[in-house]
């Protein structure tokens, strides 16, 4: 199983950014999917968390500034990051709990990242 993702890349502030994850290889189904980030120096932080049904939460740090949002058919998790201030400056990541058959148990699966830098 793969996730890659896209979108990221250089903004200025006040700007927006979308960014994608797909999911890719032997996957029977894929369960919840999230967004995470890290800033130099600092812990990976979770951002949003969206289920199979649909269902979303979001961190404190960017709740209202973002959505998250996903298409099934493509097991692809998207991002829409909004009002991006230079503190939004990380790498970002995303995460699936896939199944890879029927009764396997889930597993989580990350994706390599994509940088986002916001600045003037």
């Known amino acids: 199983v793969q996730l890659v993702e896209s979108g990221g890349g250089s903004v200025q502030p006040g700007g927006s950014l979308r960014l994608s994850c797909a999911a890719s290889?032997?996957?029977?189904?894929?369960?919840?999917m999230g967004w995470y980030r890290q800033a130099p120096g600092k812990q990976r932080e979770w951002l949003a968390s969206?289920?199979?049904?649909?269902?979303?939460d979001y961190a404190e740090a960017v709740k209202g500034r973002c959505t998250i949002s996903r298409d099934n058919a493509k097991n692809t998790v998207y991002l829409q990051l909004n009002s991006l201030k230079p503190e939004d400056t990380a790498v970002y990541s995303c995460?699936?709990?896939?199944?890879?058959?029927?009764?396997?148990?889930?597993?989580?699966?990350w994706g390599q990242g994509t940088q986002v830098t916001v600045s003037s």
């Open positions: 995460n699936a709990i896939v199944r890879l058959g029927v009764g396997l148990p889930y597993k989580a699966y």
């Open positions: 290889g032997s996957i029977f189904s894929v369960n919840a």
């Open positions: 969206i289920s199979d049904s649909g269902r979303t």
